[in-house]
């Protein structure tokens, strides 16, 4: 591929970034290129970008998810209201907090699509109404992890390769074969690209938003799920980091932010990047504040760039 081809794709120069990042501090910082350091930055990865993808998908809808962190946070909290005694495995505790964050996502989808909210607004309200519910749920408590399923996906290493790492790329194919091979991603492409055709069009606009938040929710709950197994235990405020990553990781990506285009093959190595940056933050003992400078001027200058869209949409 020709280097003008390379950079109009953004997914692919993402990922020449992240390479040539992690050539570059492989041979000027010890220890960055050992296996089991690249591969704790693919496992704090794989929580970002599980939030990407259903961050990815309300954006390429036309939409934003502002309630991703919340949900994520709502997870890990309320996973022991869904244990049972009698359910060794744990596993009904899993798919009751996964139904839980879908929930949550499919109530967003309907205050979008049926009551004519701005996702923004939605969103955030939303946001703000688990903030309340996560306060009353767990006060200023942590909660211990006590459940196999998930403390497996977030410790296990089979044949020395993370158990969370197989399983985001599991999801990632099955998102991607959603966006870009399944009737359901091309409604998606097409609410996003011009709801107005769409609906004219014949596409269902208001199930299509609806699955899109729906999905959002749900892989915001297998984040929030390995987000637990991996720190072991769940607190108020542990998926804040989660917002600001997910819609960063989805521009830097190339998913363009007034939706109708983008790939989530951009939001893979984009979420990469983001976890190695922070690394390299922390390699040199920089303030937890210049992390947030940076992620800040990161997301406002891909959006400044993605807002030169409009004038050619």
Known sequence: MTLPALLRS???LTTAI???????A????????????LRYLLELASVIGLVGAGQTLVVVAGGIDLSVAAIVTLTTIALPLFTFGWDGSGLVAVIGVLALATGVGIVNGLGVAYLRVHPMIMTLAMATFLQGVLILLAGGSAVSLDNPIVAWLGSARPFGFSACIMLWIVIAALVLYLLHATPLG??????????????LSG??????????????????????????????????GIGDPYLLAS???????????????????????????LVTITALITVVNASPGLRDVLFGALVLGLLLLSGREAVRR
């Open 10 to 12: 953004r997914p692919l």
């Open 18 to 24: 992240v390479m040539a990042v992690w050539i570059v």
């Open 26 to 37: 492989s041979l000027t910082t010890p220890g960055f290129g050992s296996w089991p350091h």
């Open 186 to 199: 091309a409604r998606f492409f097409a609410l996003g690209t011009n709801p107005v055709v769409a609906r």
């Open 203 to 236: 596409v269902n606009t208001g199930a299509t938003m609806l699955c899109a938040y729906g999905l959002s929710g749900l892989l915001c709950g297998v984040a929030g799920l390995l987000a637990l197994g991996m720190n072991g235990q769940g607190y108020i």
């Open 247 to 273: 819609i960063a990781a989805v521009v830097l990506g190339g998913t363009s932010i007034l939706g109708g285009r983008g790939t989530y093959a951009g939001t893979l190595p984009g979420a990469v990047l």
